[in-house]
T-cell receptor
Framework: DAEITQSPRHKITETGRQVTLACHQT?????MFWYRQDLGHGLRLIHY???????NKGEVSDGYSVSRSNTEDLPLTLESAASSQTSVYFC???????????FGEGSWLTVV | GIQVEQSPPDLILQEGANSTLRCNFS?????LQWFHQNPWGQLINLFYIPSGTKQNGRLSATTVATERYSLLYISSSQTTDSGVYFC??????????FGKGTRLSVIA
C-alpha cells in the first residue's frame, strides 16, 4: 500500500544543533507539506511544495528550511534548534490542490 | 487569510449519546476535510467533503458551501471516538488551514 512515512518518530536534541526530519511518500503526489502542532495553536503550516524544485514558506517558517529534489521526499531542516521548536511535526501530501490530503504519523521533537 | 472556527471547543458525552460538531469558515473553499486525532496523536482522515453530505458508519458530515459551514455528526458514541476532531479547509492553491479542534471525551 502507498503511504507517507516520517523519521525519526521521536528525537531529543540540544539547542543549537542542526536537525533534519525526513518525510517520504510513495503515492507520487505533487504536493507535500510540513505542519507543527502545539497546544493552544492547533496545526500550523511551516513549508510546502507543489512539485520538484518548488518550495514555499508557510505561516511559521522562521528557523526552518526544506528542499524538494524528487517527488517522494520533503526533508525539514532546523538550522539551529531552539527550545521554541519543541513540538510535534506532521508531514502531509496530496495529488493536487483540492484533493484529499494525507498525513504521516508525526515526529515528536524535544530541544533541550 | 481564511479563518476556520470550530465549536464547541470541548465536549463530554456519555457512551451512546449523539453529538454535532460545527466548523465555520470565512471564505469559499475547494477542499474541506474532517480529521480525528486519536490519543496516540495520529491524524485520521474522516471525510473529504467540500460540499454535500457523506456517511461512514456512525459518522456523517454535511457541508453547506454557500453558507460556509460544515457539520460532523457522531451517533451512538463510543469511548474509541474520544480525541480531537479537526476541520481544515483549502482555498485555491493555499494549503490546508486548520481550526483549533473540538476535544471529545466519551465516558463509559
Amino acid at each position: 500500500d502507498a503511504e507517507i512515512t516520517q523519521s525519526p518518530r521521536h528525537k531529543i536534541t540540544e539547542t543549537g544543533r542542526q536537525v533534519t526530519l525526513a518525510c517520504h511518500q510513495t503515492w507520487n503526489h505533487n504536493n507535500m507539506f510540513w505542519y507543527r502542532q502545539d497546544l493552544g495553536h492547533g496545526l500550523r503550516l511551516i513549508h510546502y511544495s507543489y512539485g520538484v524544485q518548488d518550495t514555499n514558506k508557510g505561516e511559521v517558517s522562521d528557523g526552518y528550511s526544506v528542499s524538494r529534489s524528487n517527488t517522494e521526499d520533503l526533508p525539514l531542516t532546523l538550522e539551529s534548534a531552539a527550545s521554541s521548536q519543541t513540538s510535534v511535526y506532521f508531514c502531509a501530501s496530496s495529488e493536487i490542490s483540492g484533493n484529499t490530503i494525507y498525513f504521516g504519523e508525526g515526529s515528536w521533537l524535544t530541544v533541550v | 487569510g481564511i479563518q476556520v472556527e470550530q465549536s464547541p471547543p470541548d465536549l463530554i458525552l456519555q457512551e451512546g449519546a449523539n453529538s454535532t460538531l460545527r466548523c465555520n469558515f470565512s471564505d469559499s473553499v475547494n477542499n474541506l476535510q474532517w480529521f480525528h486525532q486519536n490519543p496516540w496523536g495520529q491524524l485520521i482522515n474522516l471525510f473529504y467533503i467540500p460540499s454535500g453530505t457523506k456517511q461512514n458508519g456512525r459518522l456523517s458530515a454535511t457541508t453547506v458551501a454557500t453558507e460556509r459551514y460544515s457539520l460532523l455528526y457522531i451517533s451512538s458514541s463510543q469511548t474509541t471516538d474520544s480525541g480531537v476532531y479537526f476541520c481544515a479547509v483549502e482555498r485555491g492553491n493555499t494549503p490546508l488551514v486548520f481550526g483549533k479542534g473540538t476535544r471529545l471525551s466519551v465516558i463509559a
